[in-house]
């Protein structure tokens, strides 16, 4: 469902000097399964999730989406996912059902306000579906912004960070969602750089650091790679084998 | 209804529900131009006409030498000593006829006496005209309905910009710059939908909120003018005006939504908007200059003409055809900033608030940096460096060259982190490229004077066209310093430096030479200097690409604008002829020679 083959992306610093934040990474995930980007803030993470949602282009590399080429199909590509990170907001001025019909619309749903209701009910937030987002607590928020990202029912979820200022109770809520998720055969690409997240949901992982991939597999695989136990030592292992 | 016109709707329904949930959107759009900006204006003017009413009836007591009419509110008190009598506050004013005029005394502590000078003056100045009239008598055919009407339709323009502005400008920045600060722009650029059409939609929430703010602000000065200012103004004569300035309104929100688009966050949406509401004012408060008509080519002017247009219809004079021009040259302005503005929406870049300049420059391509180099050279110049000449030619031309042309071709290369010395290309040429370059600036002359016999046979330059330009009995030292030298080393640095520098990161030199040349034509502001100087520009840029330096250019430049020096200061008339000719074919030759 999601291939990837060495996308790389520079920006340009503070400084005006030309920083390669994403350096060849190439990564794949499959239906029904739930693949870990893991790695440290300013890794990459969001630079590669944010090329594969189409939100900004490739310098060099490929990538495919549920089958569409992320830059000659871009409006497919995100007809067929879920995006959802830390940094995008709610319409504060909109109530969750405005808005949820609002992007269900916008995502060419011809049934929009009836998903809208059933997602209402299905991440439970139907009580406060009238209320203005402005109102809402951050954890009602971010309720809603998981229900707004996958609203269309889309056959591929990327979640960047998405626990990022969630409570406990709501984290619990999205693990669930997601583990149903697999087992209906979406695709899952998470990224984190809370190893036990990692742990608990992830197939398979990918770790990346300075903008490489450093290594895949499952949790497991990467044990015996590294000889280390628990994934927060397999995890340092890897990054300090790369250190400069 | 189509796919994308659907898709449109959508965004803009859902942007005007939450924009109407918005407290201060409401007071913007709706309250200020129905409310506040009446009784800003003709409310405020309707107290200060009571205020005076009201200090015009009290009578004051005044002196006058000898007695003559006065009127009700002055009361004559016979003193002996006028100035006295002001001093001590026995009369507020006082006056006395002599054979040249009236000699008027007051007291500037004294409030009322300021009042009661004003009255004497303008008794005396009735009294001057009473006598004139025995020998003139004028009459003025304008009624004082009519001149209320035009007063108003000079204000009228002025006060639908600012009300379209204000509003246009929140919408813009909170419908688009907002929206990067909150992350909602993102949960709408992770949809299905077309880039283009999110920010279409916004566009035209910008649109209906400046239609909105420019109908009530017509409304409510059609209100003010007839029942508070008692300006005879149809209503049909407002609606027209309104109508007349839609254009603008789509031309300006199409210019907001453009700006805010471009900014990363609120604060620099604020200065990146600023330009915007400035500049339409400027150009509105154009219109109100004496010996400023609607032509059907002033009506082409950008905002001026449908200020211009707007003055006309008020003030019930609006002849059809310039009228027609203004409306349909706003309505292409419109639609060309519409082009504009969607094609900078449809970059993601500018839409996520990342630096679009910054990806460019990352694929070596600085040509958009050359041209903001070139707005800036060309709005410092007229701003600047013409008022600096006009006060005072020498100093001003050394400010233009050395304070403006210097620091900016210097400052754009380190700006951009570049190297100044090779951006610049301040290289060392050898002896041949030199020698080249004195044949070249030699004969630009001769060269610049064919190519202005050629424009001429089209486009015939008045002969009032160097009258002024440099000044007279200056030294020849003085006239070649700051006409040759200098210009010689700054514009070569500015242009065949900076800007070629910066074009020739992408595409053939060729063409940079061709495009710089072109730049340095625009930048001497006259039609009829405009191919001279761009092939001038040409020669200049083809002695550099060979030389691989801006020096010898410099050199070339110099002698060029010498060479003109010498001729003025010594009254040599350059004719055109076979001699002009050769010099001319002399340059191109230099240039082709290995």
């Not at chain 1, 996308?7 to 005006?16: D, P, S, T």
């Not at chain 1, 900004?56 to 089958?67: L, N």
């Not at chain 2, 009127?71 to 006395?96: C, F, K, Q, S």
């Not at chain 2, 620091?407 to 290369?413: I, Q, R, S």
Request: a neutral charge; glycine letters at 8%.
């Amino acid at each position: 469902m999601i291939v990837a083959e060495g996308l790389r992306k520079a920006f340009i610093n503070g400084e005006g000097q030309p920083v390669l934040a994403v350096d060849g990474v190439s990564l794949d995930a499959h239906a029904g399964e739930i693949v870990g980007l893991l790695g440290p803030n300013g890794a990459g993470k969001s630079t590669t999730m944010r090329m594969l949602s189409t939100l900004i282009a490739p310098d060099s590399g490929s990538a495919r989406v549920a089958g569409h080429d992320v830059r000659s199909a871009p409006a497919e590509v995100r007809r067929s996912i879920g995006y959802l990170s830390a940094s995008t907001g709610l319409f504060g001025r909109l109530t969750p059902r405005e808005v949820l019909v609002y992007v269900a619309t916008l995502q060419g749903c011809v049934d929009a306000e009836a998903r809208a209701e059933a997602s209402l009910d299905r991440f439970d937030i139907r009580k406060f579906g009238n209320v203005t987002c402005d109102r809402l607590s951050t954890g009602m928020k971010q309720k809603v912004s998981i229900a707004r990202a996958v609203v269309h029912d889309p056959p591929v979820l990327i979640f960047d960070e998405p626990t990022s200022g969630l409570d406990v109770l709501v984290a619990q809520e999205l693990f669930a969602f997601l583990e149903e998720a697999r087992k209906r055969g979406r695709c899952v690409l998470y990224s984190t750089h809370i190893m036990g997240e990692a742990e608990r949901l992830c197939d398979r992982v990918v770790v990346i650091h300075a903008g490489v991939v450093l290594a895949s597999g499952t949790v497991a695989e990467l044990r015996v790679r590294t000889g280390r136990e628990r994934l927060e030592e397999v995890f340092v292992q890897l990054v300090r084998g790369h250190a400069p | 209804m189509s796919a994308a016109a659907r898709v449109l709707w959508v965004i803009l329904r859902s942007e005007l529900r939450q924009h109407l949930r918005d407290p201060l959107t409401l007071v913007l759009m709706v309250i200020v131009p129905l409310v506040v900006y009446p009784l800003l204006g003709a409310g405020g003017s309707v107290v200060v006409k009571r205020s005076q009413e009201k200090a015009d009836a009290e009578v004051l007591d005044v002196a006058t030498e000898p007695a003559f009419a006065l009127p009700d509110n002055l009361r004559r008190i016979d003193v002996p000593d006028l100035e006295a009598a002001v001093r001590d506050g026995t009369v507020m004013a006082a006056a006395r006829r002599t054979t040249e005029g009236a000699e008027v005394w007051w007291d500037s502590r004294e409030p009322d006496s300021l009042d009661a000078r004003t009255r004497l003056r303008t008794a005396l100045s009735k009294l001057r005209k009473r006598e004139a009239a025995r020998v003139v008598k004028t009459k003025d055919t304008m009624t004082n309905a009519e001149r209320a009407r035009q007063t108003a339709g000079g204000v009228l323009p002025l006060v639908l910009l600012f009300t379209l502005l204000t509003g246009g400008l929140y919408t813009a920045l909170d419908v688009v710059t907002g929206e990067k600060e909150r992350g909602t722009i993102e949960t709408l650029l992770t949809t299905a939908v077309d880039r283009r059409l999110i920010l279409g939609g916004k566009f035209l929430l910008v649109l209906s909120f400046t239609t909105l703010s420019t109908v009530l602000s017509g409304v409510s000065s059609w209100l003010s003018a007839r029942y508070l200012l008692d300006i005879d103004l149809s209503a049909g004569v407002v609606t027209l005006a309104v109508l007349l300035f839609l254009p603008m309104a789509v031309l300006l929100s199409a210019v907001l939504t453009a700006a805010a688009a471009w900014a990363s966050d609120f604060k620099s949406g604020q200065v990146l908007t600023t330009p915007v509401l400035v500049v339409p004012l400027l150009l509105a408060a154009g219109a109100l200059l004496p010996g400023v008509a609607l032509t059907p080519v002033t009506a082409l002017l950008p905002v001026t003409g449908l200020a211009l247009a707007l003055r006309e219809v008020v003030s019930g004079h609006g002849a059809p055809l310039p009228l027609a021009v203004g409306f349909v040259a706003h309505g292409a302005y419109a639609f060309g900033a519409l082009i504009l503005g969607s094609r900078l929406m449809g970059r993601e870049d500018v839409i996520l608030g990342s630096r679009g300049s910054s990806q460019r420059r990352l694929r070596g391509d600085y040509r958009a940096d050359a041209l903001t180099l070139f707005a800036i050279a060309c709005l410092s110049l007229w701003f600047l460096g013409q008022t600096a000449q006009a006060l005072d030619i020498r100093a001003g031309m050394a400010f233009t060259q050395v304070g403006l042309f210097l620091p900016l071709a210097l400052a754009t290369p380190w700006w951009l982190g570049l190297s100044i010395v090779d951006t610049l290309r301040i290289h060392r040429a050898p002896l041949r490229e030199w020698l080249r370059a004195v044949v070249v600036g030699v004969s630009l002359p001769g060269l610049a004077l064919c190519v202005g016999e050629l424009v001429g046979l089209v486009l015939p330059a008045p002969s009032s066209l160097f009258e002024g330009m440099f000044p007279e009995d200056v030294p020849l030292w003085q006239l070649l310093l700051f006409f040759a030298v200098l210009p010689g080393i700054c514009e070569e640095l500015l242009f065949r430096g900076a800007f070629f520098g910066l074009w020739r990161s992408r595409g053939t030199p060729g063409l940079a030479v061709v495009v710089t040349a072109l730049a340095f034509g625009f930048f001497h502001l006259s039609l009829f200097r405009f191919f001279p100087t761009m092939v001038l520009g040409v020669l200049l840029g083809f002695v550099s690409l060979r030389s691989r330096s801006v020096l010898p250019g410099m050199l070339a430049h110099a002698l060029n604008n010498g060479l003109a020096m010498v001729a003025l200061s010594y009254g040599w008339s350059l004719e055109f002829g076979w001699p002009m000719v050769v010099t001319a074919a002399v340059a191109v030759v230099a240039l082709v020679l290995p």
